[in-house]
């Protein structure tokens, strides 16, 4: 032993997980409950969420609060993940697609 801690590995956080703090972050921001769908693919967590009208009409005052939604998330998960993991959301709205990876890429092998 060289005397250094070592943290253990990060806890696995399930999707009923991340589909609940989703929930409780969006509700906290809007005062409404987003519902969410959380798939994994791979190595990212894909969330689906509706797209509300409202979104649409309000224009960038919307999609800033949205913003802060996801980056509570992003946060939320990044602390129970690796960094090497992705989350991405995706609206159910093809036409708005909105992508965020967590951290920037990793050069490392």
Known sequence: MDGSAQLPPPAPVGITEL????????????????????????RAYVAIVPVD???????NYACNQYTRVLRRLFAFCRNAHDHR???????????YVAIAPLDPPDTED
């Open 85 to 95: 993991v992705t989350f991405v959301l995706r609206r159910r709205n093809e036409d």
């Open 19 to 42: 589909k609940n703090n989703f929930a409780s972050i969006a509700k906290r921001v809007h005062d409404t409950s987003v519902p969410c769908t959380v798939l994994k693919q791979g």
């Open 53 to 59: 009208p409202g979104y649409r009409t309000m224009g």
